[in-house]
């Protein structure tokens, strides 16, 4: 006759000591509920419950890890609550800018024509008639989407070659000679220049070589690529930095002159960081104002001529929608248009961003044999 034992569970001494698993949803539920009751009695508001429940979660948490785990792990987890809030105390502006940006600006990029039509002879009649008549509203921001994308092509193709030779200057050539050190220094000034003395410098520029009152497309795009510039210098700096030395004295051996080594060997290896570097040197300066309304003016007309002419951009469509709007007795329309403009304008640089990323992964050093 046999007979069989079921065996004792008995906790592992690893595991003794130990919170259980649930233990943080456990207090996070804890901290919820009473940080709701706290609240009801001082007067609820959405924020103030966040606050309130994260103090409690993080004391609660740390308490019962000091009683069960010791000093060292309760240790442990205040400093992972405040690594984790501090990361949601970061968050919080990007989601509440994109949200406030989102219920706003839907309305305007939903309107019919918003995104094919000009304010090309939009008066603040046609709001009036919205406003009273619940008619849609006219105008749209083709002609400062057009003036946006020519105008940071032109300082893309402005500021991309300038900054990459310069770049493979300091990296290949410069050798901490006094040529080198001083464009550093001048680059680094440069970084931190507020945009509107860039548009000072570029329209005093053509001031000078033009003559008074030149506002164009072309130049706002000097003066955007004044901005792009450092960036750009900078960040392809630091990807040409981190080709191995072995690649250069591989080629070298061989025979290879420096630079053809540098166009055949070391740009290719660096493309991919390049590449993402100018990507976000375009998205840091497609959203710049002041520079624009000082060099290019504004315009409610189409124009596709970006040496002549003044041209809108949407960070100026943006701001004079807003300080000026078509009808003063109606703002409505005008801060609609404006918020969808903005919209448009978040979409393009989340666009860029993606595309950056996109780029460093096709263009990276493929791994492995």
């Known amino acids: 006759m ?17 919170l259980p698993k649930f233990a943080p949803y456990v207090v996070l539920a804890l901290a919820l509920v009473v940080g709701a009751a706290i609240m009801a009695v001082i007067g609820f508001n959405a924020f103030g419950w966040g606050i309130v429940a994260a103090i409690l979660f993080t004391a609660g948490l740390v308490g019962w890890s000091a009683a069960v785990e010791g000093g060292r792990k309760a240790k442990d987890k205040l400093a992972t609550c405040l690594v984790v809030g501090s990361f949601l105390v970061a968050l919080l502006p ?15 990029l939903l309107d019919p024509g ?13 709001d009036n008639k919205s406003v009273e008549q619940g008619a849609p509203v006219m105008g749209g921001i083709y002609h400062a989407l057009i003036g946006t994308i020519q105008i940071t092509l032109l300082a893309t193709v402005i500021s991309v070659p300038v900054g990459l030779l310069t770049a493979v200057y300091l990296v290949e ?14 680059v680094d000034v440069m970084t931190g220049i507020p945009s509107i003395v860039a548009g000072l410098f570029a329209a005093a520029f053509f001031f000078a070589v033009v003559g008074p009152g030149t506002k164009t497309g072309a130049v706002a795009a000097v003066a955007l690529s004044v ?15 981190i080709v191995p030395n072995e690649l250069r004295e591989a080629a070298y051996a061989l025979g290879v002159r420096k630079w053809r080594t540098i166009l055949k ?10 590449a993402s570097g100018v990507t976000l040197a375009i998205a840091r300066v497609i959203g710049e104002t002041a520079p624009i309304l000082v060099t290019a003016g504004f ?21 004079t929608q807003i300080l000026n709007p078509t009808s003063p007795s109606n703002p409505d329309p005008s801060s609609q248009r404006a918020w969808g403009a903005a919209l448009v304008l978040i979409i393009l640089v989340m666009l860029l961003n993606l595309g950056a990323r996109l780029i460093a992964r096709i263009f990276a050093p493929k791994t492995g044999r």
């Open 173 to 186: 050539y410069g050798e901490d000679r006094p040529l080198a050190r001083a464009i550093t220094f001048f």
């Open 114 to 126: 918003f995104l094919n039509t000009s304010m090309n002879g939009v008066t603040g009649a046609f």
């Open 2 to 18: 046999t007979s069989t034992l079921t065996p004792v569970r008995k906790r592992s001494a690893l595991t003794k000591g130990q």
């Open 227 to 241: 901005l792009m510039i450092p960036v750009v210098v900078r960040s392809s700096e630091e990807m040409l930095k």
């Open 94 to 108: 990007l989601i509440s800018v994109i949200l406030t940006v989102l219920i706003n600006g839907l309305p305007g």
């Open 265 to 274: 060997v070391v740009i290719p290896t660096a493309i991919s960081g390049i």
């Open 299 to 319: 315009a409610t007309s189409i124009n596709t001529n970006v040496f002549s002419g003044w041209m809108a951009s949407l960070p100026t469509f943006i701001y």
